[in-house]
Structures are given as structure tokens and as C-alpha cells.
T-cell receptor, first 112, second 118 residues
């Protein structure tokens, strides 16, 4: 089983729609959680950190369920510029060392 | 915010030659930097963790004699792909985190180096 699993998509949704991504992780020692966005042939860029209490940044809402080891990202009123690959990322702390583990990414295309 | 500079952005080299990739933290000190590799349509795979002043820690399956990592200062880590072959062609990305801040702030990535070995 992969340490971080995501639906690879692709998700093709019309502009203005709401889209949700899910992610599960297997290591219960995971301590920090993130959604990154990666555009084609570019480096990943932090979209938002994910907290147990849930957090929102404009049109983006992230949720974390530690008991179920599940992370979600909701994008409302999607824009053309939201087209990208969304990476679920988990940071594991192990004996003082940190290690980021990436999901395979979910590809999103917003259709005009 | 934290900025990580990576050079070169792309490089084409002949099979058997070596290529050095640099990763610099511009406005923070990074005692630890991470090197990733990404093949087309795949996710980032951690290759090694680079620690300032000590030996790098390599992930299972990554040849330490082929991928030489040097982290001689708090702001610079280098990855050298030695005796490169076409199968080493990939997108190499470094990342670092300002250790002064919370881990919840996330990591910053360099812009990546696209290596093509011909």
C-alpha cells in the first residue's frame, strides 16, 4: 500500500463548479499535512497547510481527519487558473528527522 | 517568504559525463535540504536528505556513489549526477524548510532542473 494515496484523475470540470479531492495516508506518525499545487513542468508550490480543525483560504477549504487518516481539499467557484496537479503531502517526523511523502497527484482541468 | 534557488534550470549532457546541480536557500539557513526526482506523470520521489556538515541520508534504492551530495554550508547543497546515462534523465528538485519556523509552514522548492542525457 502506498504511504499517501490520491485519485489520479483526471478531473475535468466546468468553470465555476465545485470540486473535491481526497487523500489517505497510512503512517499514523504523520504530523504535518499539506496540499501543494504543481503546474506542468514546474516545481510544486504550497497551496495550504491542513489542520485538524479544518482551514479555509478564499475558495479553498482543507480538512484533516486523523482518526480516519484522511485529508480533503475543496475548491469552490473554480477558475481556469486552477487547472494543475494537486499533490497531497504528508510530513513524518521520525527520531528527529523529517520526511515529506507525496501522493501521486490529482490532475484537474477546468473547462471554459 | 522563504526562497530556494536552483541552478541550472535545464541541462543536456552526453552519456558518461557528470552534472552538478546547485540548490541555495536565499533568505534563510537550511541545515537540511531534500533532493527529489520526478519522472513524467509520476510523483516526486525523495532521493536523499542533505545535512549540513555531515553525510547525506539516501533513500533505499538510490546509489550514493552515483548521486553525490555535498552540503558544505547552511545555504548551499549540491547534487552531482556522476557518469550520467539516459535513464538518469529526469526532473530533479530540491527543497528546504526554514527550521526556525513551524513545520506546518511547509517546504519551499527550487524551480527544478530538467536533465536530459543523450
Amino acid at each position: 500500500r502506498k504511504e499517501v494515496e490520491q485519485d489520479p484523475g483526471p478531473f475535468n470540470v466546468p468553470e465555476g463548479a465545485t470540486v473535491a479531492f481526497n487523500c489517505t495516508y497510512s503512517n499514523s506518525a504523520s504530523q504535518s499535512f499539506f496540499w501543494y499545487r504543481q503546474d506542468c513542468r514546474k516545481e510544486p508550490k504550497l497551496l495550504m497547510s491542513v489542520y485538524s480543525s479544518g482551514n479555509e483560504d478564499g475558495r479553498f477549504t482543507a480538512q484533516l481527519n486523523r482518526a480516519s487518516q484522511y485529508i480533503s481539499l475543496l475548491i469552490r467557484d473554480s477558475k481556469l487558473s486552477d487547472s494543475a496537479t494537486y499533490l497531497c503531502v504528508v510530513n513524518i517526523f521520525d527520531f528527529g528527522n523529517e520526511k515529506l511523502t507525496f501522493g501521486t497527484g490529482t490532475r484537474l482541468t477546468i473547462i471554459p | 517568504g522563504a526562497v530556494v534557488s536552483q541552478h541550472p534550470s535545464w541541462v543536456i549532457c552526453k552519456s558518461g559525463t557528470s552534472v552538478k546541480i546547485e540548490c541555495r536557500s536565499l533568505d534563510f539557513q537550511a541545515t537540511t535540504m531534500f533532493w527529489y526526482r520526478q519522472f513524467p506523470k509520476q510523483s516526486l520521489m525523495l532521493m536523499a536528505t542533505s545535512n549540513e556538515g555531515s553525510k547525506a541520508t539516501y533513500e533505499q534504492g538510490v546509489e550514493k556513489d552515483k548521486f553525490l551530495i555535498n552540503h558544505a554550508s547552511l545555504t548551499l547543497s549540491t547534487l552531482t549526477v556522476t557518469s550520467a546515462h539516459p535513464e538518469d534523465s529526469s526532473f530533479y528538485i530540491c527543497s528546504a524548510r526554514d527550521m526556525v519556523g513551524s513545520p506546518h509552514y511547509g517546504y519551499t522548492f527550487g524551480s527544478g532542473t530538467r536533465l536530459t542525457v543523450v
